[in-house]
């Protein structure tokens, strides 16, 4: 994706991974997006004519179709994807003798994949989880396996984009998503300045890494989280400028 590589190199806020208005296609992958006008093979940038269907990595197919599976959709793993990668809150594994979804409902009806894991949470063992791991998840669900828009399943039936968040909150698809994780900026700068930190320091964070990661934060709100101000802001901490000292005996 060109996205998460051109936002760095324009010096764009870090915040346009999840809100920016543009995105990059070719002829193929234009149609697939449904935005006309575009021809051949080469890649451009382009504005977005509807943000409610596209906009960010939330609405980026590729992604969509990673967190698919080869005949449906998958909530959970593209909820589990959003709270591991826009969150850093990653849910806990599941227990090992959890039974897979029944694949187009029981008895041979064809129930949407939500009626399936609503059904599926009823068990005690799931239920905690899957409410913080399927509500972001059904708020793509107006994103078919492959990242195409819809307005139903491959069943025909109507799509419901309606989550209720953990909070209580409710949202109505992509864009009411998108919406509230912008509510709390710093939650997904964060993010990505755990990332960046990391990847300075070469290894995994710790406990004792999150002021750093509080500092950078809140010193790069000022200039609406640029990549430039959160890369400065960990190139001059104490725990990269120390990252090669020897250890105190």
């Known amino acids: 994706t060109r996205l998460p590589a051109r936002t760095p190199r324009e010096d764009r806020s870090g915040l346009d991974l999840l809100d920016a208005d543009y995105t990059f296609v070719n002829e193929r992958l234009a ?4 935005i006309p006008g575009i021809y051949g093979s080469r890649f451009r940038r ?6 409610e269907q596209r906009g960010g990595l939330l609405g980026h197919g590729g992604l969509l179709a990673l967190t698919s599976y080869p005949t449906r959709t998958s909530p959970v793993l593209r909820g589990k994807w959003l709270l591991d990668t826009i969150l850093a ?7 090992a003798d959890v039974p897979a979804l029944p694949e187009g409902g029981e008895g041979g009806r064809t ?11 009823q068990a005690p063992a799931c239920a905690t989880c899957h409410a913080s791991i399927d509500p972001p998840g059904f708020a793509l669900e107006q994103f078919d396996g492959l990242g195409a828009w819809r307005t139903a399943d491959e069943f025909g039936n109507p799509i419901d984009a309606t989550a209720t968040m953990p909070n209580g909150r409710t949202v109505a698809g992509m864009a009411g998503l998108r919406a509230l994780l912008l509510e709390r900026p710093e939650q997904f700068a964060g993010t990505v300045a755990e990332k960046l930190l990391s ?5 995994g964070l710790e406990h004792v890494d999150r002021p ?3 500092a950078v934060v809140r010193d790069a709100a000022a200039d609406d989280y ?8 960990i190139v001059k901490s104490p725990a990269f400028l120390m990252r090669n000292a020897a250890p105190a005996d």
Do not use: K, N
């Open 31 to 34: 149609r697939h997006y449904g």
């Open 226 to 233: 640029r990549w430039s101000a959160l890369i400065a802001g």
């Open 46 to 51: 382009v504005a977005l004519p509807d943000r």
């Open 111 to 121: 129930t949407s994949v939500r009626e399936r894991l609503e059904r599926h949470r």
């Open 89 to 95: 809150a990653p849910p806990p594994s599941p227990p």
């Open 212 to 214: 750093t990661v509080r």
């Open 199 to 203: 990847y300075a320091l070469g290894r």
